[in-house]
């Protein structure tokens, strides 16, 4: 490697380490880290900003900012305290039930919708739910992104890797009902029972909180019935074409900035006020981030990650296809995993055609894909639905450490890639 390619390196390690530490608000690190990558050769304005795999993801931000407006516009319904009351009534007050009742629902919901769409929506609400029955929030935020990023994994919709995945591959919808599917309700009902033990401190029932809410009548939540029908509408039409966005040949980020704009066009609200509530912290630390890691794609650093652990296995389909779980795992976890998946797919796409092709060797995608996936959960900049919910965390007062996330995070990432491996083994080598 040349002498720019190790100062890429060294950046952003420096980044990293500011962010872990907090020595630096994560935005300003990323930030700085983009500027000093710029100007030391690693990239130039035209990858940084106009390349599709080696710069800014416009498309994500653009996603992101869509639905943020949605957001925005929605919890002046009263719809969120509606949830809340309900999902609470349901648990009967008990938190950890409320918290099963929370990370299922979420974990479903993000198999038909993007993960960041889907903390954008539950996260308001289990703010609102904790403030009610007293629980500390931070512990809730932090399951239910994770069940977010494992849900995610089960369809092709579900997260934008598996869509990068999925077109590469040339692997169709039922193809990830198929195989991706059982295996991630597996996962599902491990992480489910691991969170009884590692959240188990958060689960402080209040017997008087619990009878006030049931009390409540759900319904007395909702303040505007005309905004919350305008949304209603506006959100069917945006959900639909998510799931219908192959066919209509839309990007999800066109249809979530059209929906947004559009609500906000209907609402009869002012436009700097919705804006207000829009996390433009967020976007910014995107941004950077963006930069940051085309930089490492732009010098090579990631493909050549994605080389070494294609050669280390040496054709053998069983080792491959565990080295491809294992091995996309920390290279995930340290950067989001959309710029990584990227990077690799096309390393994976000739690993998959030396071993025989999409047949017997298709397991490989999907080694691939729960690798890169379930690694979300690592660290707090490993996925885009994880810095989401530090912001909202963050705007609400409540924060979360890149530690007190990865303390749970690393934990998890093990059990399940190991779960999801073990799953693997039996069904397409022993048992096959």
């Known amino acids: 490697m040349d002498l720019t390619t190790w100062l890429a390196v060294a950046v952003f390690v420096a980044v990293y380490v500011l962010i872990a530490t907090e020595w630096v608000h994560r935005v300003a690190a990323a930030l700085g880290g983009a500027v000093v990558m710029l100007l030391i050769g690693a990239t130039d304005p035209e990858h940084a900003f106009f390349s599709e795999h080696a710069g800014i993801?416009?498309?994500?931000?653009?996603?992101?900012?869509g639905m943020m407006l949605i957001v925005a516009v929605l919890q002046r319904t009263g719809i969120f305290e509606f949830i809340a009351v309900w999902a609470a009534r349901r648990a009967r007050g008990r938190p950890y039930r409320l918290m099963v009742l929370l990370t299922v629902a979420t974990?479903?919901?993000?198999?038909?919708?993007?993960?960041?769409?889907?903390v954008l929506l539950i996260a308001p609400v289990t703010v609102l739910v904790c403030r009610r029955l007293g629980l500390p929030v931070v512990p809730y935020l932090i399951a239910e992104v994770m069940a977010c990023n494992i849900g995610g994994a089960a369809t092709l919709i579900g997260d934008p890797p598996n869509i990068m995945i999925g077109s590469r591959a040339n692997l169709s919808f039922n193809d990830f009902l198929v195989h991706m599917t059982p295996v991630v309700v597996v996962l599902m009902i491990v992480f489910v029972l691991m969170?009884?033990?590692?959240?188990?401190?958060?689960?402080?029932?209040?017997?008087?909180?619990?009878?006030s809410i049931m009390e409540m009548n759900p319904r007395d939540q909702i303040r505007d019935g005309r905004l919350l029908l305008v949304s209603g509408v506006v959100i069917t039409a945006v959900m639909v074409c998510f799931v219908l966005h192959t066919w209509l040949h839309l990007e999800p980020s066109v249809v979530a900035i059209s929906g947004g704009l559009l609500l906000l066009a209907v609402s009869r609200l002012r436009p700097q006020d919705v804006a207000k509530d829009v996390e433009w912290e967020t976007l910014a630390f995107f941004a950077g981030l963006f930069v940051m890691v085309g930089a490492l794609v732009q010098t090579g650093v990631i493909g050549r990650l994605g080389e070494a652990a294609a050669e280390a296995t040496s054709g053998n389909l069983p080792a491959t296809t565990m080295a491809l779980v294992f091995g996309s795992v920390v290279p995930s976890a340290v950067i989001d995993n959309i710029p990584f998946v990227a990077s690799v797919n096309p390393i994976v796409a000739e690993i998959v055609e030396a071993s025989g092709g999409a047949g017997e060797a298709g397991v490989l995608w999907w080694a691939f894909a729960l690798g890169a996936d379930l690694a979300g959960n690592a660290t707090i900049i490993a996925s885009s639905a994880n810095v989401v919910v530090i912001g909202i965390a963050e705007r609400e007062g409540h924060h979360i450490s890149?530690?007190?996330?990865?303390?749970?995070?690393?934990?998890?990432?093990?059990?399940?890639?190991?779960?999801?491996?073990?799953y693997l083994w039996l069904r397409y080598f022993a048992l096959a």
């Open 57 to 65: 993801d416009w498309n994500v931000l653009f996603l992101l900012l």
């Open 107 to 118: 974990g479903f919901l993000s198999a038909w919708l993007d993960n960041v769409t889907t």
């Open 195 to 211: 969170s009884r033990v590692m959240f188990r401190k958060a689960f402080r029932h209040d017997p008087e909180r619990a009878a």
């Open 402 to 422: 890149f530690w007190q996330f990865s303390r749970y995070g690393l934990i998890v990432t093990a059990v399940t890639v190991s779960v999801a491996a073990l």
